[in-house]
């Protein structure tokens, strides 16, 4: 359940939202009130809400600082309620990445539309989140420690070399070529290493560009495949569901 905090200073409109709208059809449930803007950070502090749903204009503390200050305590999407039709202010809650602005009185539709688009982002947020964590391993260069010898200065090289060529075909082979050394001892050393075979390493630094690039949404997923080094489109949908758990499409979607 996505977790609501509402902030309004009028009681009667403050409980008419928390107790007839359907929440729980939306997935949501209501976890605090505030009646002015101080109680409203507090609160923030406290619970931790997914979303704070709020008036612009309420004693101590109003709205806008409410959230701005609130920002600062947790991660939050936000919507306002005003009777206030003031460009300023509108303008203040786009600067705040505020999701949704509305006039009071608040449309019952179209506040369960702001929440359902509002409850989208969020679980696309956190599906984020899951995938950018477990694309963190050990394969990351800055995490990588590879012990400074005669042998390994090749894996130091693999790796940096990779690092800047990621998107050229390259193999272990490549480097054998390169380092006058058999394609077999540079594996067996690289995975002494690194505790992974090179093309898993280069598999899953080529996803983690990938995942990127697609979180930009400039690129469609063919491009995406031929940037990071795929040439071709089919094996670079199974690369990537293998070690993501999704297929490029959905990820997009």
Same mark, same amino acid.
């Given at each position: 359940?996505?977790?609501?905090?509402? !902030?309004?200073?009028?009681?009667?409109?403050?409980? #008419?939202?928390? &107790?007839?709208?359907?929440?729980?059809?939306?997935?949501?449930? *209501?976890?605090?009130?505030? !009646?002015? #803007?101080?109680?409203?950070?507090? +609160?923030?502090?406290?619970?931790?809400?997914?979303?704070?749903?709020?008036? *612009?204009?309420?004693?101590?503390?109003? #709205?806008?600082?409410?959230?701005?200050? =609130?920002?600062?305590?947790?991660? @939050?999407?936000?919507?306002?309620?005003?009777? &206030?039709?003031? @460009?300023?202010?509108?303008?203040? !809650?786009?600067?705040? =990445?505020?999701?949704?602005?509305?006039?009071?009185?608040? %449309?019952?539709?179209?506040?369960?539309?702001?929440?359902?688009?509002?409850?989208?982002? *969020?679980?696309?947020?956190? +599906?984020?989140?899951?995938?950018?964590?477990?694309?963190?391993?050990?394969? %990351?260069?800055?995490?990588?420690?590879?012990?400074?010898?005669?042998?390994?200065?090749?894996?130091?090289?693999?790796?940096?070399?990779?690092?800047?060529?990621?998107? $050229?075909?390259?193999?272990?082979?490549?480097?054998?070529?390169?380092?006058?050394?058999?394609?077999?001892?540079?594996?067996?050393?690289?995975?002494?290493?690194?505790? +992974?075979?090179? *093309?898993?390493?280069?598999?899953?630094?080529?996803?983690?560009?990938?995942?990127?690039?697609?979180?930009?949404? /400039?690129?469609?997923?063919?491009?995406?495949?031929?940037?990071?080094?795929?040439? %071709?489109?089919? &094996?670079?949908?199974?690369?990537?569901?293998?070690? /993501? $758990?999704?297929?490029?499409?959905?990820?997009?979607?």
């Amino acid at each position: 359940m996505y977790r609501v905090l509402i !902030a309004e200073d009028e009681d009667i409109i403050r409980k #008419g939202i928390a &107790y007839t709208m359907d929440w729980i059809s939306m997935g949501c449930t *209501i976890i605090g009130e505030a !009646a002015n #803007g101080k109680e409203g950070i507090e +609160q923030i502090k406290a619970l931790s809400p997914d979303i704070v749903l709020t008036d *612009i204009m309420m004693p101590v503390v109003d #709205g806008i600082e409410m959230i701005k200050k =609130g920002q600062d305590i947790a991660v @939050f999407k936000s919507i306002i309620m005003t009777s &206030y039709a003031d @460009f300023e202010y509108a303008k203040q !809650a786009i600067e705040l =990445g505020v999701s949704a602005y509305l006039m009071k009185p608040v %449309d019952e539709a179209e506040l369960r539309s702001s929440v359902e688009k509002i409850t989208a982002e *969020i679980e696309k947020d956190r +599906q984020l989140r899951q995938l950018t964590e477990k694309m963190k391993t050990a394969d %990351d260069f800055d995490a990588l420690f590879i012990k400074s010898d005669k042998d390994n200065d090749y894996v130091q090289q693999i790796l940096l070399s990779t690092k800047e060529r990621f998107a $050229d075909k390259i193999s272990m082979e490549t480097f054998s070529e390169e380092f006058g050394v058999s394609a077999s001892y540079l594996s067996r050393k690289f995975k002494e290493a690194t505790g +992974q075979t090179y *093309i898993d390493f280069l598999n899953r630094y080529r996803i983690q560009k990938a995942v990127k690039l697609l979180e930009t949404g /400039t690129y469609k997923i063919y491009e995406v495949s031929e940037l990071t080094g795929f040439s %071709d489109y089919k &094996y670079f949908s199974t690369v990537f569901k293998k070690y /993501t $758990d999704s297929s490029p499409s959905d990820f997009v979607n």
